[in-house]
């Protein structure tokens, strides 16, 4: 792991789930942590880099917003997992990509207005990838658990 000081795991706490939505988000998050703005985000960008953040955005119930969400999985050869992955990664309705320890050793989210899109970007990443095999997989049942990790229980 990063080195993270209390700092940084305090921040991570409040950024998992309490993000502000106010005008200025790393302002209100220093207020409460007793730092500047400057330092937040100087913080948040270096958690970036060093892959301790992955992304900072929302996440909607695909339905409510009108959208649909589908999980998606591959087999993909070693040597195309690079390739594969950076093709899937282009779509911004990809909100998850992950390698398993399997035949079917890539896994992915997807989010689109229609089934009919998700379809065609599955297409048009078979066509680039060459990869013919594809599950769709669509939810016929979801169940939303909050993952919160509290990096204040972390050993020193």
Same mark, same amino acid.
Request: charged share 30%; with cysteine.
């Given at each position: 792991?990063?080195?993270?000081?209390?700092?940084?795991?305090?921040?991570?706490?409040?950024?998992?789930?309490?993000?502000?939505?106010?005008?200025?988000?790393?302002?209100?998050?220093?207020?409460?942590?007793?730092?500047?703005?400057?330092?937040?985000?100087?913080?948040?960008?270096?958690?970036?880099?060093?892959?301790?953040?992955?992304?900072?955005?929302?996440?909607?119930?695909?339905?409510?917003?009108?959208?649909?969400?589908?999980?998606?999985?591959?087999?993909?050869?070693?040597?195309?997992?690079?390739?594969?992955?950076?093709?899937?990664?282009?779509?911004?309705?990809?909100?998850?990509?992950?390698?398993?320890?399997?035949?079917?050793?890539?896994?992915? @989210?997807? /989010? +689109?207005?229609?089934? #009919?899109?998700?379809?065609?970007?599955?297409?048009? =990443? !078979?066509?680039? @990838?060459? /990869? +013919?095999?594809?599950? #769709?997989?669509?939810?016929?049942?979801?169940?939303? =658990? !909050?993952?919160?990790?509290?990096?204040?229980?972390?050993? #020193?």
């Amino acid at each position: 792991m990063a080195d993270i000081d209390d700092i940084d795991r305090a921040l991570l706490n409040r950024i998992q789930s309490d993000f502000p939505l106010v005008e200025r988000p790393f302002a209100a998050i220093g207020e409460a942590l007793g730092i500047s703005e400057s330092e937040v985000i100087a913080r948040v960008e270096r958690l970036k880099r060093d892959d301790v953040i992955r992304r900072i955005g929302a996440n909607f119930v695909p339905d409510k917003v009108g959208f649909v969400s589908t999980l998606c999985a591959a087999e993909v050869p070693p040597d195309r997992l690079d390739t594969f992955a950076s093709v899937v990664n282009r779509y911004g309705g990809v909100t998850h990509n992950y390698l398993r320890d399997h035949r079917v050793n890539v896994w992915f @989210t997807f /989010i +689109a207005p229609s089934m #009919n899109e998700i379809e065609a970007h599955l297409e048009a =990443i !078979r066509r680039e @990838t060459g /990869i +013919a095999e594809i599950h #769709n997989l669509p939810a016929t049942r979801v169940f939303k =658990i !909050r993952a919160q990790f509290d990096l204040e229980l972390l050993d #020193n």
